[in-house]
């Protein structure tokens, strides 16, 4: 199997694993400012965000957002000659999906809301979850 299809089965993996923690999927391989995040997910919803987007618009009420954004990066390993997940993820890329994710939340209209990014390992077969695992402080931007 290529490192593609292996990616692309991880990332399915990630976003069952998620909806079965009670997840809700927005997006996958979502690309903003240059970089892909590879799923953009609710938590702490009782109903699907967009249900209760789409009802706020049409009576105008109190805006809804969810508990938080979970913005997650997935990396599948069949080994550890390259690291692990959490090791894969520099600074410049923390700094890249912190871009992106501000886009996403411009675009909606959700500045105020609560983000998160996550890192999902998966190797063979087994799933880890690292919540939290880096914060905007991490991310580091190249100098111009």
Not at 54 to 67: A, E, I, N, V
Not at 116 to 123: A, K, L, P, S, V
Request: hydrophobic share 35%; with cysteine.
């Amino acid at each position: 199997m290529n490192t593609k299809a292996k990616g692309d089965l991880g990332e399915q993996l990630a976003a069952e694993y998620l909806e079965r923690e009670g997840y809700k999927i927005l997006q996958r391989n979502a690309k903003y400012c240059d970089c892909e995040v590879d799923i953009i997910a609710t938590y702490g919803d009782k109903e699907s965000f967009f249900a209760r987007l789409k009802r706020w618009l049409k009576r105008d009420k109190k805006r809804p957002t969810p508990q938080f954004f979970v913005f997650c990066e997935v990396k599948t390993r069949t080994d550890d000659s390259f690291g692990s997940g959490l090791e894969a993820v520099t600074p410049y890329k923390a700094g890249r999906y912190v871009t992106a994710a501000k886009m996403f939340m411009r675009r909606y209209g959700l500045e105020n809301a609560s983000v998160r990014f996550d890192i999902i390992e998966i190797e063979d077969g087994e799933i880890r979850h690292v919540k939290n695992a880096f914060d905007e402080s991490d991310a580091k931007y190249p100098r111009h």
